[in-house]
Each structure stands twice: as C-alpha cells, then as structure tokens.
C-alpha cells in the first residue's frame, strides 16, 4: 500500500467514524425527546398511534450521511426506545416491527440521495399530475357509486348478494358490487372497496397537496435566507469546484424543500402502512375484529402531521448542519 492510499484509507475511517458519532448523538436526542415529550393517541381499547417530534432524529442519519446510517439509527432507536419507555397498554416489542423500520431508515437514505439535487420544477410538475389523477379518479367512483346507490349499507336490505343485477351500474360500480356479492361478509367488503376506490384515492391527492403546499409555505420562507442554500448561488455550485461521478448520481442537497418533504412524508406512511398490518394481523387481537382500514386510516393520519412537523424541523436542521464547515465536511 502507497503512501498515499494509506492516507486516504485514514481519512475514510476518520470519515466513517465522526458520521457515527454524529449518529449516536442524534440517536441520544432521539431517545430524549421520546422519552419526555412523546404521547399517545389510544385506539379501540390500546394505544394506536405514537405522537411527537422524536421521529425527526433519526430521520437526519439517513438524509446526512446514507442509508446505512439512517437503518442504524432506526433500527437501534426503536429496540432502546421501546425499552428505555414501554408504550403503555402497546404491544411488547416486535422485532418485526424493529425490521420494518431499520429497512424504512435505509429506503429513506437511498430515496434522498435520489431526489436531493434534482430539478424541483420537474417534481413538483410530476406530484401535480399524480395528483390531479387521483383527484378525478377518486372523485368520478364516488358520483358514480353515488348515483347507483352503492354505500356502506348497500346489502343491508338484500336477502341475497349474489343475485343483485348489475347490468344498469356503471363501470366503478359493477367492479365494487362483482368483488363483494359473492364473498361470505358482503356488508364489511363493500366498504372496503368503496375506501379502496374512492377514499385512498382522494386522500392519494390529498397527500399531493400537502406535499406541494409544505413546499410553497417553506420555500417561500426560506429563500429570503441564503444560508438555506448551501451550494447553489447565481445557477452554479459555489462550494464543490468539480462534481464526482457520485454528485453527478446523486447531486447534493440544493436548498430545495420538496425533496426533504417527499422523502420524509412517503417514506413514514410506507413504514407506517407496514407497521399496521403487523398489529392488525399479528400483535393487537382485539384489533382483528375491525376491518383493516379503521386501523390503517387513523394511523396514518396522525402519521402525517408527525411528517409535517418532523419536515419543519428537518429542513431547519439541515439548513443549521450546512452552515458548520465542520458537518459540512462529513455530509455524504
């Protein structure tokens, strides 16, 4: 080995080892502000969902130095956390649970690195379009089921499912009514194809806006401040003087919002989504009498105002972390 390569071998571990210390203090923060700050919103009978702005600590592993950092803090935040403060009347800890999100950690290092540097224009023309197609979709299956006079109780005064005629319906219509007439709790899947045509969709397009509104409200506020723009000034790089192939992958953050938004806000309700299956089908009994979705719609939203707080106080602490040549240094 060259001198040379020596050296850079040193520098790598040096790297290495001040993003993991830099981790294992936002991993401490993490289990503080979890431990003192952190309430609970209670549903059917347990504890359904976590609240407060602890989630953010772990999130900034994964955004600043990669998705391994990102699973570490994850994974290790939810095991010590859980035994640090048992959530009480919750589950005992599920290490299924620890998996899920030590993968969600990573997804959401690698996701950022794909979305960090990109132009914000094209991504914002992209979510308005996804969400004006959710928006119609959702909107047309519910006049349409209006019209034909599919709801929650559509089978309540039927003797027999299989023999509704559907030939009259609409498209949306005869699909809803096709998938349940036939199955042994008609009632229970009507309503779940109802949320699965009209309410996922619309709140689908919700999410849009709400990604796209976190991304007005912020930028707006945040380009008064260049200190919130860490490379880009006049169109071109001010601190990088030659991009590497990696840059060029994975371009570095550019000050935009919308990238730390979606990254943050998808990322959570995948995790989110996840988690829920496990305590509907596996941990909660009592939950398994309630169809899926009078779990999974409570969740996730109160998933998403945690997402909207937590992208608040991530795009203040970037900003923050981009300011210190010494973290600037140690960025991935």
Known sequence: MTESQSYSSYNAMGLHLRRMVATAVFLALYLVVRTLTTGYVPLFGAQGARVGVHGVFTIMPAILFGPWYGAVASGLGDMLGHFANPTPGGPPWLWQMTVIL??????????????????????????????????????????????????????????DPSAVDVSGMGIISRMVISRTQNTADPTTNVWSRIV???????????????????????????????????YLRGGSYRSIEQKSLMEVIAPPWNGSVLPVAVTIVLVSLMVNTSN???????????????????IWLPRVLIALLNSIVNVFIAVMLLGVCYRQPHMRRVVG
């Open 276 to 294: 829920s299956v496990l305590l509907w089908a596996y941990a909660m009994p009592a939950w398994g009498a309630f169809p899926f979705m009078y």
């Open 196 to 230: 699965e045509f009209v309410y996922a969709p619309l709140i689908a397009s919700g999410l849009g806006i709400l990604l796209l509104g976190l991304d007005f409200v912020l930028s707006k506020r945040l380009s008064r401040q260049e200190r919130y723009m860490p």
């Open 102 to 159: 030590t993968i969600g950690g990573f997804v959401r290092g690698w996701v950022w690195r794909l979305l960090r540097g990109r132009s914000t224009q094209g991504t914002r023309i992209v979510i308005v379009v996804l969400t004006g197609l959710f928006l119609i979709f959702g909107s047309i299956s519910a006049i349409q089921l209006r019209l034909d006079g599919i709801g929650r109780g559509f089978y309540d005064e039927i003797d």
